[in-house]
């Protein structure tokens, strides 16, 4: 579930806010162990979503760095190419 938890620092363009409630979904997602909470849970999961997204949005506005920005499709492109490697048969 979590390995869809991408890096969203120092990347150009930065990290969008979709791209950070997606990544705080998935958080709250393993954490609870839910995919879907129940209906009687619905609210309190939007709401641990919700802070979650809030806190990693001050995270990433508060980090600084003096790296270059990477680009996306160049870590991209690094990722698929471990995958082959990794899933080679």
Known sequence: MCRNI???????????????????????????????????????FERAVDEVTAASARLLDSLVTVAPPKDREVEAAKARARAAQRFAA
């Open 6 to 44: 991408r890096t969203l620092h120092n990347f150009e363009p930065p990290a969008s806010d979709d791209e950070v409630r997606a990544a705080a979904r998935q958080y709250v997602r393993k954490i609870s162990g839910s995919q879907r909470p129940s209906h009687a849970n619905h609210d309190a």
